[in-house]
């Protein structure tokens, strides 16, 4: 599976920086952001070092579709019971800050702090 030692998702992934994880297997993590936006704000991440959705093909719907249909069970299981949003940035134009891969998906009563 591809890694890059410098990207912090790549060694919160690895085990080799703590987060306040939520759910693991073999090719997904989730944890919560460190910075909320949403009383619950969670970011599920594929483990391998995939950039961004500019760099998604067609091999990587599997994995995709995983983490689309696992998130549901997640919000649910952090009680989240009327509705969550899903939030991918891509690249520099779509304001993304973490070039590794991953889906905010944010839920819980509003007002929220953003998003
Ligand atoms: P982006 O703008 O790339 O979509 O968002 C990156 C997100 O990652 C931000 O919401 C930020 O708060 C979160 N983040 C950045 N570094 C860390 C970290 O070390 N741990 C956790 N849990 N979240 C992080
Ligand atoms: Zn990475």
Redesign the pocket.
Same mark, same amino acid.
Request: proline fraction near 0%; charged fraction near 10%.
């Given at each position: 599976m591809s890694?890059?030692s410098n990207?912090i998702?790549?060694r919160i992934?690895a085990g080799q920086i703590p987060a306040n994880k939520v759910y693991e297997d073999d090719e997904i993590v989730v944890f919560h952001d460190i910075h909320p936006w949403a009383p619950v704000h969670i970011l599920m991440v594929p483990k391998a +070092?995939i950039v961004s959705m500019a760099d998604v093909t067609a091999e990587h719907a599997p994995l995709l579709g995983r983490m689309m249909a696992l998130s549901p069970r997640l919000m649910r299981e952090l009680g989240v019971t009327d509705g969550f949003r899903h939030v991918i940035n891509t690249g520099r134009d779509g304001s993304q800050e973490v070039m +590794?891969l991953h889906m905010h998906v944010m839920g819980g009563p509003r007002p929220w702090a953003k998003g």
């Open positions: 890694s890059d990207c998702f790549c992934a +070092h +590794h």
